[in-house]
């Protein structure tokens, strides 16, 4: 029986590759706090993780792993908002103090590691937890430990289910509003014309498909084309389905995909000749992420990236970091320049020092010492000011959106230039886009909101 | 005697786990359900592995079984917990049959690809079917904490206790299925299966009831997963869960009990521990972040250096108990092709 010995190499390589695989995926995690410092007065420890001196908050964010780039600067950047603020007087003297942990974009880790923030910790509440997949395995532990779930960063219009998830709030556009923004543009703008989708292949891709078809005519539609995010071989599986649109005459194509298969998009396209008109979701059109992107996928460097995404048509639900004169984008350029000058000023700071400003909104209107109730019941009462984002939220009783609208903007020399009126719309199939002609306020001159 | 002798020893246990889980906080006690449920998932493939000389690395799958089973029964039938638990592992052991079937008839590499098939392909009928499994979002699991224990009673300990119940149950049985007939049959033909149809061993039958025990297990492990996320979603059961439980098991020492304990303990304590003296050293967020990984990976490959029977190897080696397993986890690695004419002879 000496035939035994040929198999085991190459088992114990694929088992050695698996090994690290689990190494490579395994969580890990990075507090981030500020030290608490006496001042106020009748001030008291009113609620977990809450003390006369600080406010405690947890998130589980990917500060490793797939999603890392570009995102794993939020926290950072809501982080530097909470510094400034506490710099600035603190919430009624209270500081707060940011802890953030890695989940690496593995849901499993999430589990981990919120049950950590929550049990162990004992956070006052989970503030912008990152991705849909992942908040949604601690969705039902955080609704039913009672702990406020706010402003989740990710636009699935799941978090909007009062009913089932009392704690739960979202923050930015759902994709459903989104899509029917976009769609409206689409139908206004491009009437006759071959439109294609592509789209990413989960919650995030199909609710903003819904949204889509709520506005373009299905006439209009000539193909509809859905990438694995997960695929094996991108760049093949995004070429399939280019080909395809070619193919079908498509002349304007309507992308939900995040930043990386936005760039394969683009790039596809420029190999087969082929460039229809492009409207991109605002997640996967930030543009200096994206040139980046395309800019290390073509192994080419200096304008090739930035020239690529000339045109492109997107929206914006905050100010756009081209427009310097903006109150908003001054505030957080200081806060930006001040506490994470490291970092690139891009959308997802500009996205992580905004949430940041409606997290000390929130708890402004909690009250002098909160509970966890009175953080969702401020959110429940309605009429939340509308901050850095250019259309007001949707918060109340019934509602637990965020963000109800955008203004469509192009991409001009990297940066978003806005196109028209701020858009909003509801969810509903029959909801009409409106434009929102109230003109949004400056920022605080002391850059901290006001009770 | 066997039987009496794990019942007594499992009695102990579940008296000190009990102790310990009154003793630490809350998140302690989050933690040692965690171990809980790796632990019966990593037992039940470690004996597949070990004992019975079949890979999978797709054993998330049968996890994924037991989850939505348990999630499923709660939410539309009214059982007790007990009935919920049991019935997640029978039907997860019901689908480990069909794929045994299968397995039964490959070997090596071939049933590792086809068992990484399933862990890959299983958690997309969420999808397909989201009416009934609620796709992404997947289903909530509420259990409560039984009146007897006062409303004060935190949940978490509750749940680390029944975690504990399950996993000294599996202990137990799994023990007592290693020293009997069918535990020595199964090391038979993962030594020689050739030799094993020769002494009228029936090597496929034997082969498909290690699949149906091993499933069982993950079943369980699964369901008291879902009991413990309060939810079951399909981004739980990815690939990398099927390769931690295999981590663990390896990492533990194949074929052992134990082992799987200390390869839970592993999965569950070392990157939170790492991370804690990471940042308490006042490393920066980017580098802290993946300390952990790091030193996870330096383990793996320190363990498979110096310990190749896994942890438990080594402490039975340091400690000198009985025979050294070194060897042994990894006969599996040379097994050759398919037997074919005993395979038939086996079936038949």
Redesign the interface.
């Known amino acids: ?1 000496n ?6 190499l ?3 390589a ?2 050695a590759a ?15 706090s500020t030290p608490p410092s006496s001042s106020g007065s009748a001030l008291q420890a009113s609620a977990p993780g809450i003390t006369p001196t600080s406010i405690l908050v947890g998130s589980h964010q990917p ?2 792993g797939p999603a890392a780039p570009g995102y794993s600067e939020i926290a ?1 950047a809501a982080n530097a908002y909470f510094q400034y603020v506490n710099a600035h007087g603190g919430v009624f003297g209270r500081k707060i103090t940011y802890r953030y942990l ?1 989940d690496g974009y ?3 880790n999430t ?2 590691v919120v ?2 923030l929550v ?2 910790n004992n956070v006052y509440a989970i503030f912008n937890g990152l991705g ?3 908040h ?2 601690v ?3 955080l609704n ?1 430990s009672k702990v406020p779930d706010v402003f989740v960063a990710s636009g699935c219009d ?1 978090w909007n289910d009062p009913s ?1 998830y009392p704690e739960t709030f979202g923050y930015q556009l759902d994709y459903i509003r989104e899509g029917k923004i976009l769609g409206s543009y689409v139908k206004q703008h491009f009437k006759g014309k071959k439109i294609g989708y592509f789209y990413q292949n ?2 995030f891709g199909q609710d903003g498909v819904k949204g889509l078809d709520y506005e373009v005519p299905a006439s209009q539609v000539v193909a509809r084309e859905a990438y694995n995010v997960l695929a094996t071989n991108p760049a093949q599986e995004v070429g399939g389905l280019v080909a395809k649109m070619k193919a079908a005459g498509v002349q304007v194509v309507v992308s939900f995909s995040i930043p990386a298969f936005t760039a394969l998009l683009r790039l596809t396209g420029l190999t087969l000749s082929y460039s229809p008109t492009l409207v991109v979701s605002d997640v996967g059109s930030d543009p200096i992420t994206l040139s980046g992107l395309l800019n290390t996928f073509a192994k080419k460097s200096g304008s090739f990236g930035s020239s690529l995404i000339q045109g492109i048509i997107t929206d914006g639900y905050l100010p756009s970091l081209g427009d310097a004169s903006n109150s908003w984008i001054t505030l957080f350029k200081t806060v930006h320049d001040t506490y994470i000058p490291k970092l690139p000023f891009d959308g997802n700071v500009l996205y992580g020092e905004s949430v940041g400003y409606a997290f000390v909104q929130a708890m402004l209107k909690a009250g002098r010492n909160p509970t966890r109730q009175d953080l969702v019941n401020a959110l429940n009462a309605g009429n939340f000011p509308q901050g850095a984002s250019v259309a007001p939220y949707a918060y109340a009783s019934g509602s637990h959106d965020g963000i109800t609208g955008a203004y469509i903007a192009v991409i001009k020399n990297g940066v978003l230039v806005q196109q028209g009126d701020v858009l909003v719309t509801d969810v509903t199939a029959t909801g009409a886009v409106t434009p929102y002609m109230t003109a949004q306020s400056a920022a605080p001159a002391t850059g901290v909101p006001s009770p | 005697m066997t039987l009496l002798r794990h019942l007594a020893a499992a009695i102990v246990v579940a008296g000190l786990l009990m102790l310990l889980s009154i003793k630490v ?4 006690d ?1 933690q040692l359900a ?1 171990v809980a449920y790796y632990a019966i998932a990593a037992a039940g493939l470690t004996v597949l592995i070990g004992l019975s000389g079949q ?1 999978s ?1 797709g054993h998330g799958a049968f996890m994924f079984i037991g989850a939505y089973t348990a999630a499923l029964m709660l939410l539309h039938l009214h059982w007790a917990l007990a009935a919920v638990l049991a019935a997640s592992a029978v039907v997860a052991a019901v689908a480990g049959g069909i794929v045994g079937v299968a397995a039964a008839r490959l070997r ?2 071939y049933l ?1 690809g086809a068992t990484l098939l399933l862990a890959v392909a299983l958690p997309s009928i969420t999808s397909r079917w989201q009416g009934v499994f609620g ?4 289903l ?3 259990v409560n904490t039984p009146g007897f224990l006062g409303s004060t009673f935190p949940p ?1 300990r509750w749940l680390a206790w029944l975690g504990f119940a399950c996993a000294l149950i599996t202990f137990v049985l799994l023990a007592n299925v290693r020293h009997s007939r069918i535990g020595r049959s199964w090391r038979a033909l993962r030594d ?1 299966e ?1 030799a094993a149809a020769l002494s009228g061993l029936n090597v496929a039958r034997l082969q498909v009831l290690a699949f149906v025990v091993s499933s069982a297990c993950a079943g369980l492990g699964g369901a008291m997963l879902a009991l413990v ?3 079951a ?1 399909p ?2 059961f ?4 099927s ?2 439980l ?2 663990a098991a ?1 990492l533990g020492g194949l074929g052992s009990l134990a082992g799987a304990v200390w390869g839970s303990l592993v999965l569950v304590y070392l ?2 521990y ?2 804690n003296v990471a ?1 308490s050293q006042g490393l920066s ?2 580098v ?6 790091v030193v ?2 330096a383990v ?1 490959i320190l363990v498979m250096l110096l310990f190749p029977g896994g942890i438990q190897g080594g402490l039975r080696r340091l400690f000198g108990s009985a025979a050294p397993a070194a060897a042994v986890p ?1 006969s ?5 092709a398919p037997a074919t004419d005993n395979q038939k002879e086996g079936t038949s």
């Open positions: 029986m035939r035994k010995h040929r198999v085991p190459a088992a114990a694929g088992i698996a090994a690290l695989a689990v190494a490579a995926c395994s969580s890990s995690s990075s507090p981030s500060l490793t950072p890695d593995n849901p499993t589990v981990s049950r950590q049990l162990q849909t997949p992942t949604l395995n969705v039902n532990f039913s799941c089932k989960d919650e | 906080d809350a998140f302690r989050y965690q890979v690395i090596g590499p590792a796709g992404d979002q997947g909530g699991v509420t978490t020689d050739v996320n309060s939810s979603t981004g739980t990815t690939l990398t869960l390769i931690q295999l981590t390896i990157a939170p790492i991370t940042t967020s980017s802290g972040a993946n300390i952990p990984i996870y990976g793996l990894f599996f690695f040379r097994r050759e």
